[in-house]
């Protein structure tokens, strides 16, 4: 099969289009078509090997997965002999997870990592949900404890997550104030947002505005700044997913870390966020997005030849909500 790999940390210009042998379903596994898969800070970051601390789990001198990308959407061409809950033809979407390997033409995906694609979303779209989506539901409704009423706040609105968290949070039941730049102020606006602060002109945490729950993406500002823009009684949730600049030894993790030092301290709930794919997350996205409560916004398409332009688009910071790879 055709497949994006990986030999080195670096650069885009170090993925290649090559053919490598397909994969083969284990006893849980299900073979899947790829049609359709989604890029992720995540794998700009497993791309440059950053932060470096990453490498201790990563590889330390090269990465140990050959193959990039987590998001997919496809049709199911194999199971194993234990596989019970997917068959043969299916449409599905999910998410590899750090196995990886879903910018090429087959991957092999855990039983309990696919779930059923919506069936009112093209392969493209259903691509651009699973880990964005994940992390948007995990942040606000399972961390965040978002109830009807809140006051919500979202730092990233207009990325992968943000754009998906809005659309969530709304749908949870929340006023939200999404945070991004002057051009995508529209966009978040679209999406359902109750209040948007251009970040290039406004300070969020200056504003007299208190929110229950401040949902950070991006890692740019200091806990005393976050904390300033909660309620009393707040929730902090960090969420260090974004792509940032300069090869670093922690990047974002020290923010994380220094949060979860300071959490006990504090009146404020500060609590940290990593994504992990489940059957049950997918299946709640799937709900929400066939009862028109959510929908993907995708930025850009790409064949999968040319997944290190996508890339080199991704770290930019010109993207904004998803990149999308067909297959």
Same mark, same amino acid.
């Given at each position: 099969?055709?497949?994006? @790999?990986?030999? *080195? ?5 170090? %993925?290649?289009? #090559? ?9 849980? +596994? ?12 995540? /794998? ?5 090997? /950053? !932060? ?10 090269? !990465? ?7 998001? =997919? ?9 234990? @596989?019970?809950?997917?068959? !043969?033809?299916?449409?599905? &979407? ?8 879903? &910018? ?5 995906? !855990? ?46 609105? $207009? ?12 749908? %949870? ?9 002057? *051009? ?22 200056? /504003? ?6 401040? &949902?950070?993406?991006?890692?740019? *500002? $200091? ?36 949060? *979860?030092?300071?959490?006990? =301290? ?6 940290? %966020?990593? #994504?992990?794919? $489940?059957? +049950? ?9 066939? #009862? ?11 064949? %999968? ?23």
């Amino acid at each position: 099969m055709k497949a994006i @790999v990986q030999d *080195r940390y670096g650069p885009p210009e170090t %993925l290649t289009l #090559a053919d490598v042998a397909a994969p083969v379903p284990g006893a849980n +596994e299900v073979l899947v078509r790829i049609e359709a898969a989604a890029l992720n800070a995540y /794998d700009w970051h497993a791309m440059r090997g /950053d !932060p470096r601390l990453a490498r201790l789990a990563m590889g330390r001198s090269r !990465p140990r997965v050959r193959i990039r990308g987590r998001d =997919f959407a496809g049709r199911v061409e194999a199971v194993g002999a234990d @596989v019970r809950q997917v068959r !043969p033809g299916d449409a599905v &979407f999910g998410d590899l997870g750090e196995a990886n390997g879903a &910018f090429a033409e087959y991957a092999c995906v !855990p039983e309990t990592s696919v779930a059923p694609k919506p069936a009112n979303l093209t392969p493209q779209q259903a691509a651009a949900l699973p880990l964005a989506g994940i992390t948007a539901l995990m942040g606000l409704r399972d961390v965040g404890r978002v109830e009807p009423g809140h006051r919500v706040l979202i730092n990233g609105a $207009s990325g992968g997550v943000g754009t998906l968290a809005v659309q969530l949070a709304k749908a %949870l039941g929340a006023s939200v104030t999404a945070v991004c730049s002057t *051009r995508n102020v529209d966009l978040v606006r679209s999406l359902g947002a109750d209040h948007v602060v251009d970040y290039t002109r406004e300070d969020f945490t200056r /504003d007299p505005r208190r929110h229950d729950v401040l &949902f950070d993406l991006v890692g740019n *500002r $200091s806990l005393t700044a976050l904390r300033r823009a909660l309620t009393s009684t707040g929730t902090l949730v960090l969420s260090g997913g974004g792509v940032y600049r300069g090869g670093s030894l922690v990047g974002p993790v020290w923010l994380i870390a220094r949060g *979860r030092l300071l959490a006990p =301290f504090v009146r404020h709930r500060i609590v940290t %966020l990593a #994504a992990a794919p $489940s059957r +049950e997350h997918l299946d709640t996205l799937r709900t929400h997005v066939e #009862a028109g409560r959510l929908a993907p916004v995708i930025d850009r398409t790409y064949p %999968l030849h040319e997944v290190p332009q996508a890339i080199r688009y991704l770290e930019s910071e010109h993207a904004r909500a998803k990149v999308v790879i067909t297959v």
